[in-house]
């Protein structure tokens, strides 16, 4: 029977357009209007205060220099500045996805200033990225295909020991160990050096998983990315379905264990260290201590069709790297498939 997960993604705020890809309903900017970075505190001033009320009323009124200059704190200013740029370019671009691929559009970094210039936050980023992967996965049943969506929208860390890869979701890994899972009081606690319970963190398994659509907010369970293993071949599916929702391309995507292939020709960065890695890797060049044992999941991907792929790769595999900083953590970044995969057409 399928589920509902992740309430936190507004999902159910947005409707499909014609091309199946998300657009939002005037509900969907409310539900960011409802976060805590956007509700003017009891100490705020009139004019935090009006313009929260106004765009509650209106979530696409236009709001000027004017609009924003009342907002008296200058945090709270950042806050609303960020939050309607977002809003503004989703407006503009009609899409959640259409949002998020102009965002990395090798484009972005051709226009005036810095590259950075005028872009949407991380925040909002992973926002979008949670929405859409909540909507690849509308109709699951399955906790695995879920945990492993988490990745494309929340930071992991991520421990290796006798082989086996597990992540853990950093930021409840950091909650726990401020708070002990118990929010304000737990911090309280800690701060007064009272022992607080150990709130535990299970893998995801056979005999827990129908749990997971009942914690599916707490982000507690670990992902076991092992080659082999369900959370695997579970991250491999949900890249699949990112790569065909957005291109239209058709893959298969499995995990391995090393890359063995004398016809080698392309690959794909998740993230910033495996991009690097697997540079090295693809030139023979020898890497600094430590560096090959930080790449925690290889994947071999493969054009279901030959002719979606550039000649270069002329019906080859590519190979895909995921790997964690020296502080364990993991971001992985789908955007590098999209931009990054040798389609032998603009996506």
């Known amino acids: ?17 014609p091309e199946g890809w998300l657009v939002p309903r005037d509900d969907y900017f409310r539900h960011f209007l409802a976060r805590a970075e956007l509700v003017p505190p009891p100490e705020a001033g009139p004019g935090e205060r009006h313009l929260h009320a106004r765009l509650l009323d209106k979530p696409r009124l236009a709001v000027g220099e004017a609009g ?22 989703l407006l503009a671009s009609g899409s959640l996805e259409a949002c998020y691929l102009d965002r990395f559009r090798p484009s972005t970094a051709g226009r005036s200033g810095p590259p950075e210039a005028g872009a949407i936050a991380p925040p909002f980023v992973d926002a979008l990225a949670q929405a859409i992967v909540r909507g690849l996965l509308e109709g699951t049943a399955d906790p695995w295909l879920a945990r492993a969506g988490e990745l494309f929208f929340r930071r992991q860390r ?38 607080v319970a150990t709130v535990k963190m299970d893998v995801l398994t056979a005999e827990n998983a129908p749990f997971y659509f009942l914690r599916d907010e707490l982000f507690s369970f670990l992902l076991d990315l092992t080659p082999g293993r369900e959370g695997a071949d579970a991250l491999a599916r ?10 239209g391309v058709r893959v298969a995507i499995e995990p391995v264990e090393r890359v063995d292939d004398e ?28 560096m090959r044992e930080r790449l925690a999941t290889l994947f ?36 590098n498939l999209l931009v990054n995969l040798p389609f032998a057409r603009a996506s």
């Open 263 to 290: 016809r080698w020709r392309w690959h794909v960065g998740l993230d910033v260290e495996s991009t690097a890695i697997l540079n090295a890797l693809y030139l023979g060049e020898a890497l600094a201590d430590g």
């Open 238 to 247: 949900v890249l699949e379905r990112w790569v065909a929702h957005f291109a």
């Open 68 to 89: 924003l200059a009342a907002v008296e704190d200058a945090d709270a200013r950042e806050n609303w500045t960020e939050y309607l740029r977002f809003r503004d370019r």
């Open 300 to 335: 071999r991907l493969a054009f279901e069709d030959p002719a979606d792929a550039i000649a270069e790769v002329a019906g080859g595999p590519v190979y895909l790297g995921l790997a964690f900083r020296e502080d364990h953590t993991i971001k992985l970044k789908p955007q």
């Open 158 to 195: 991520v421990s290796v020991e006798g082989g086996q890869v597990l992540a853990a979701d950093a930021s409840t890994i950091e909650a726990y160990a401020e708070t002990g899972g118990f929010g304000n009081v737990g911090r309280l606690l800690k701060q007064q050096q009272t022992p």
């Open 1 to 17: 029977m399928a589920q509902d997960f992740w309430a936190s993604s507004g999902y159910r705020l947005l409707d499909r357009g």
